[in-house]
């Protein structure tokens, strides 16, 4: 146990071609490795591992996983060769169950790259134990942030809570030319930064009706979900705090939160 819990995060992972110019936001996640105190394991929720029950991985040397298609070759000889945590696993499902929330375990679930992607930059040697956490897309804002807050005694077990999406979404409408940011990505961007320093939970959790253009910023929810694991995660009525803030490809937020409590 930790006298002060760690606090919860959520990243945007952005494109995978971070992976090989990670840019301002790899210094930023450099940078976030290298003063956070250490953690002794990760619980990564990725937007790319989906199930319809809260699931984990108890797989001992997890697999990269290339869920990508169409980029350069190069992407795909990249490795992060990161130890698997099992026990974190069972402590996780554990909890989950405690919950009535009837987890399952994966066996071999490897990193997709929601998670391997940050994990890059944030540890590069590789060497912090590592399970990944799946989202529920069936399920609303209100079951992820209940996920959460089952799993936040972790925080007091020395376990990084890392939540990887993105913070606006909708890869029908980027830019490849980079022609400027436009104003709907901008207000939705704003509007979930407003909530989260504010800490107005139930706000937050009603992100689909309180939110401007909330289904042109996520036509699917997929990767808004993980923040609401890593608030829960804080606690109801927690203040966040913006950590990283841009985009590339246009409308494509590289946004990072912070919750503590």
């Given at each position: 146990?930790?006298?002060?819990?760690?606090?919860?995060?959520?990243?945007?992972?952005?494109?995978?071609?971070?992976?090989?110019?990670?840019?301002?936001?790899?210094?930023?996640?450099?940078?976030?490795?290298?003063?956070?105190?250490?953690?002794?394991?990760?619980?990564?929720?990725?937007?790319?591992?989906?199930?319809?029950?809260?699931?984990?991985?108890?797989?001992?040397?997890?697999?990269?996983?290339?869920?990508?298609?169409?980029?350069?070759?190069?992407?795909?000889?990249?490795?992060?060769?990161?130890?698997?945590?099992p026990g974190l696993a069972d402590?996780?499902?554990?909890?989950?169950?405690?919950?009535?929330?009837?987890?399952?375990?994966?066996?071999?679930?490897?990193?997709?790259?929601?998670?391997?992607?940050?994990?890059?930059?944030?540890?590069?040697?590789?060497?912090?134990?590592?399970?990944?956490?799946?989202?529920?897309?069936?399920?609303?804002?209100?079951?992820?942030?209940?996920?959460?807050?089952?799993?936040?005694?972790?925080?007091?077990?020395?376990?990084?809570?890392?939540?990887?999406?993105?913070?606006?979404?909708?890869?029908?409408?980027?830019?490849?030319?980079?022609?400027?940011?436009?104003?709907?990505?901008?207000?939705?961007?704003?509007?979930?930064?407003?909530?989260?320093?504010?800490?107005?939970?139930?706000?937050?959790?009603?992100?689909?009706?309180?939110?401007p253009e909330p289904r042109r910023?996520?036509?699917?929810?997929?990767?808004?979900?993980?923040?609401f694991v890593a608030a829960g995660?804080?606690?109801?009525?927690?203040?966040?705090?913006?950590?990283?803030?841009?985009?590339?490809?246009?409308?494509?937020?590289?946004?990072?939160?912070?919750?503590?409590?």
């Amino acid at each position: 146990m930790t006298a002060t819990p760690l606090p919860t995060f959520f990243v945007s992972h952005g494109s995978p071609m971070l992976a090989l110019d990670p840019g301002a936001t790899g210094d930023f996640w450099a940078e976030l490795g290298e003063t956070l105190p250490r953690p002794d394991a990760i619980l990564c929720v990725s937007a790319h591992w989906m199930t319809t029950v809260p699931a984990v991985s108890r797989a001992g040397r997890p697999e990269v996983i290339y869920d990508f298609y169409g980029f350069p070759e190069a992407l795909y000889q990249l490795r992060y060769s990161a130890p698997g945590a099992p026990g974190l696993a069972d402590r996780a499902v554990e909890l989950l169950q405690a919950a009535g929330l009837s987890p399952a375990v994966d066996p071999a679930r490897g990193l997709d790259h929601g998670a391997w992607v940050p994990l890059r930059s944030i540890y590069p040697e590789g060497d912090v134990p590592v399970t990944q956490l799946a989202i529920q897309p069936r399920r609303d804002a209100r079951w992820h942030f209940q996920v959460g807050e089952a799993l936040g005694p972790l925080r007091r077990e020395n376990v990084l809570i890392l939540a990887s999406g993105g913070a606006v979404h909708n890869l029908r409408d980027l830019d490849r030319s980079n022609g400027g940011t436009p104003e709907w990505a901008r207000r939705f961007d704003e509007w979930l930064a407003k909530a989260v320093v504010a800490g107005d939970t139930e706000t937050l959790l009603d992100w689909e009706r309180a939110a401007p253009e909330p289904r042109r910023a996520h036509p699917t929810e997929d990767h808004l979900l993980p923040i609401f694991v890593a608030a829960g995660a804080a606690g109801k009525g927690v203040r966040g705090k913006r950590i990283h803030q841009g985009f590339s490809l246009g409308s494509l937020s590289l946004a990072a939160f912070q919750f503590d409590s």
